[in-house]
């Protein structure tokens, strides 16, 4: 008789592999439970060799998201199996979670450098720190593309 491993740890010992071809340092976690089965992906973003810049976590997120099935529909309260694979383990959710560290901190003192020149409809408090970090890797302020050259990129 052949042991068979669950599809939540096939997964993740893909996964995990993978990460490892790459050099990136990451802690996978998979988990079953009644409604289904899942894998969480932890990452730092600052490796002991590099920091991961926004394109290779968009990869990481891609390759990843491969081994989830569907989505939940909560219009419908339904999950949606839109992503079926045969060839490929797969479960009902994967997390992707990425630790910023210090850098949520430097982004959030980079964003209050810009609008400490006291001009005071250009002053803002930022209290939701990781929300404003994100939106900021994500260039959705265009701060990047209007700032860069106070941007200083670490070689």
């Known amino acids: 008789m052949t042991k068979r491993i669950s599809d939540h740890a096939a997964a993740g010992k893909r996964i995990r592999a993978e990460l490892k071809k790459q050099g990136i340092k990451a802690s996978v976690r998979g988990q079953a439970y009644a409604g289904g089965d899942s894998i969480t992906v932890k990452i730092d973003v600052q490796q002991a060799d590099r920091v991961l810049v926004p394109a290779t976590q968009q990869a990481i997120e891609a390759f990843c998201n491969q081994f989830q099935m569907g989505h939940f529909n909560g219009m419908e309260d339904i999950y949606e199996y839109t ?63 209007q700032f860069k050259q106070r941007v200083k990129v670490a070689a």
């Open 83 to 145: 992503n079926r694979n045969d060839d490929l383990p797969q479960v009902k959710f994967v997390f992707v979670d990425f630790n910023y560290g210090d850098l949520e901190q430097k982004a959030s003192d980079f964003i209050h450098g810009l609008f400490a020149d006291g001009d005071i409809t250009r002053t803002c408090e930022v209290t939701h720190r990781q929300t404003v970090f994100k939106m900021l890797r994500r260039d959705e302020f265009g701060f990047y593309r």
